[in-house]
């Protein structure tokens, strides 16, 4: 069981710049490909970056892709989403996620086993 607990959400301006923190506790995420993923109100849930276990493997939404970057810090057993020139289109909830994928990724919702439970992102235009 890995239970993952994100933080860092809030409200930004357009331009602005956030990051996103997401600690696992029970695992060590060393053994999990893991994944952000954003739900605006009245939408499905959508990708916006996954990473290997490894780290050697990063995946963009083409939305994000520029903006955004995704790090891992194993020893802490944390992963981060480093957020910048946020627009009114990214304003969500964001979910960080965890897989057991092997050395591959996936921006697929259904192929991750553990999810947190999501921080508010607001970007006011």
């Excluded at 892709?65 to 480093?82: I, M, P, W």
Aim: charged fraction near 20%.
């Amino acid at each position: 069981q890995v239970v993952l607990v994100v933080s860092g959400g809030g409200v930004v301006q357009a331009g602005g710049s956030l990051r996103l923190s997401c600690a696992a506790s029970g695992r060590t995420i060393s053994g999990y490909a893991m994944g952000w993923f954003r739900q605006a109100p009245g939408k499905e849930r959508e990708f916006v970056a996954a990473m290997s276990l490894d780290g050697a493997r990063t995946d963009y939404a083409d939305s994000v892709k520029g903006r955004f970057t995704f790090s891992r810090d194993n020893a802490k057993n944390t992963v981060y989403l480093q957020m910048n020139s946020l627009k009114p289109e990214d304003t969500a909830v964001y979910h960080c996620a965890a897989a057991r994928l092997g050395t591959i990724i996936s921006s697929n919702v259904g192929r991750y086993d553990y999810w947190g439970q999501g921080t508010q992102v607001t970007v006011s235009s």
